[in-house]
């Protein structure tokens, strides 16, 4: 689990990448409407959308003759739900804490 | 989603319950086995149990100690997670009222791998995961 994590971490540390998700979240785009956004030369935006393919984070579709681009945000719950992970955790030990601190006084 | 907030009252005197944050041996009782020693500074590990996310040695370094004084006492570390490659800072506030302590633990820097204040506020991380994940909790 965590590998890919990491994966998806390192992919979404580009702001340029973390643009054209949000970019797609709002709806599905050619290659063509996506280099219209962005100020850097289609080869490297074609470089982006490669890169975010690989990582299961956008699923392009071929749609008659044109390549339409999806956002699979399946990755990103995975990486919500590592931080939740951690919400859960600070709840159990807080509270440990607390039942700990409270008997060692009730002790003394 | 950027910060973890909690808090918890204890009811105990902040002195009794300081140690619990700064004796190495009286953490591990509640969190983790752990190297802290309480000084500015020092570089010290976490030994993250494998069912708490990072599970594995966490790397944390103490950027602030402020030992109780006047009814508050404050410890501030940063928490790298190695996999995901992950800087996070643990901000630990206590404060003392009627014999009761508060704690507050503030958990932060969920946001990417490397701490790039640059990139960082380029687009918020929070957005994107919100934005991309309505679509995904809706249906």
Same mark, same amino acid.
């Given at each position: 689990?965590?590998? *890919?994590?990491?994966? &998806?971490?390192?992919?979404?540390?580009?702001?340029?990448? *973390?643009?054209?998700?949000?970019?797609?979240?709002?709806?599905?785009?050619?290659? #063509?409407?996506?280099?219209?956004?962005? !100020?850097?030369?289609?080869?490297? &935006?074609?470089?982006?959308? *490669?890169?975010?393919?690989?990582? #299961?984070?956008?699923?392009? &579709?071929?749609? #008659?003759?044109?390549?339409?681009?999806?956002?699979?945000?399946?990755?990103?719950?995975?990486?919500?739900?590592?931080?939740?992970?951690? !919400?859960?955790?600070?709840?159990?030990?807080?509270? #440990?804490?607390?039942?700990?601190? !409270?008997?060692?006084?009730?002790?003394? | =989603?950027?910060?973890?907030?909690?808090?918890?009252?204890?009811?105990?005197?902040?002195?009794? /319950? $300081? %140690?619990?944050?700064?004796?190495?041996?009286?953490?591990?009782? $509640?969190?983790?086995?752990?190297?802290?020693?309480?000084?500015?500074?020092?570089?010290?590990?976490?030994?993250? %149990?494998?069912?708490?996310?990072?599970?594995?040695?966490?790397?944390?370094?103490?950027?602030?100690?402020? %030992?109780?004084?006047?009814?508050?006492?404050?410890?501030?570390?940063?928490? /790298?997670?190695?996999?995901?490659?992950?800087?996070?800072?643990?901000?630990?506030?206590?404060?003392?009222?009627?014999?009761?302590?508060?704690?507050?633990?503030?958990?932060?820097? $969920?946001?990417?791998?490397?701490?790039?204040?640059?990139?960082?506020?380029? =687009?918020? $991380?929070?957005?994107?995961?919100?934005?991309?994940?309505? %679509?995904?909790?809706?249906?």
């Amino acid at each position: 689990m965590t590998y *890919r994590i990491q994966g &998806v971490f390192s992919v979404i540390a580009d702001p340029k990448r *973390r643009k054209m998700l949000d970019y797609l979240s709002a709806a599905d785009r050619t290659a #063509g409407d996506i280099a219209s956004k962005f !100020e850097i030369s289609r080869p490297a &935006v074609a470089n982006h959308l *490669r890169i975010l393919e690989q990582n #299961g984070l956008i699923n392009i &579709v071929k749609i #008659g003759r044109t390549r339409v681009h999806k956002l699979n945000a399946a990755p990103l719950k995975e990486i919500k739900d590592w931080i939740n992970s951690y !919400e859960r955790f600070w709840d159990q030990k807080l509270t #440990g804490l607390k039942l700990l601190i !409270e008997s060692d006084l009730a002790k003394k | =989603m950027g910060k973890i907030i909690r808090s918890i009252n204890i009811n105990a005197k902040l002195a009794d /319950v $300081w %140690p619990y944050f700064t004796d190495s041996q009286k953490i591990a009782d $509640w969190l983790m086995p752990n190297t802290f020693e309480a000084l500015q500074g020092s570089k010290f590990t976490m030994d993250c %149990p494998p069912e708490a996310g990072a599970g594995e040695v966490v790397e944390c370094q103490v950027k602030q100690l402020k %030992p109780p004084k006047n009814g508050m006492a404050q410890l501030v570390y940063t928490w /790298v997670i190695n996999n995901p490659y992950t800087e996070t800072l643990l901000e630990l506030e206590l404060v003392e009222t009627a014999g009761t302590t508060r704690v507050n633990l503030c958990h932060s820097g $969920w946001e990417l791998g490397q701490s790039d204040h640059k990139t960082r506020h380029e =687009m918020g $991380w929070d957005h994107l995961l919100i934005n991309a994940l309505i %679509p995904l909790i809706e249906v």
